[in-house]
């Protein structure tokens, strides 16, 4: 129960960084070496690169709604799978 609150909350905190991937890895690194478990890391690091509050500002000028909200959706799940699948398969 608790990795549901952990997963969470590491997707709140991770929508609203404007970061590219490349320069969040290092943060995220530190953050899981201070004791930040790892799903939730991974849940940060690809909210932060997907779902960031600039991006569907941005892409609500390529895409209509619909296609917006399904792409944030889509990165929200993948975000929240990944945060449960990943602990579980790291040694």
Not at 53 to 73: D, F, I
């Amino acid at each position: 129960m608790a990795l549901l609150f952990v997963v969470a909350a590491g997707l709140a905190l991770g929508t609203p960084f404007y970061v590219s991937t490349e320069a969040f890895l290092p943060i995220a690194s530190a953050l899981h070496d201070s004791g930040m478990s790892l799903g939730a890391t991974v849940a940060l690091v690809l909210t932060s690169a997907g779902v960031n509050l600039p991006e569907p500002t941005v892409l609500s000028r390529l895409m209509r709604a619909g296609l917006l909200a399904c792409y944030t959706l889509t990165v929200v799940v993948a975000a929240i799978g990944a945060g449960y699948l990943v602990p579980l398969l790291a040694p």
